[in-house]
């Protein structure tokens, strides 16, 4: 099922993120370095160092992590 996204906040991490970090590292840095509940209706988007060609999105469902 396809959630309705229009209510989530966004959150964008400064930066460069290491593409190779999986579920777990992505939601360890959301953690720590971002200030909302990972648990909560959010996006967090990731972005790669080279010239910005790759995003990843980690958002909580119900129960476990989904990654984009």
Request: aromatic residues 14%; negative net charge; glycine residues 4%.
């Amino acid at each position: 099922m396809i959630n309705d996204f229009t209510e989530y906040a966004i959150y964008i991490m400064p930066g460069s993120t290491d593409m190779r970090k999986q579920i777990n590292g992505l939601a360890a840095i959301a953690e720590n370095e971002m200030t909302d509940d990972i648990f909560s209706e959010s996006l967090f988007l990731f972005c790669n160092r080279r010239a910005r060609t790759q995003v990843k999105i980690l958002y909580w469902e119900r129960n476990g992590f989904c990654l984009w």
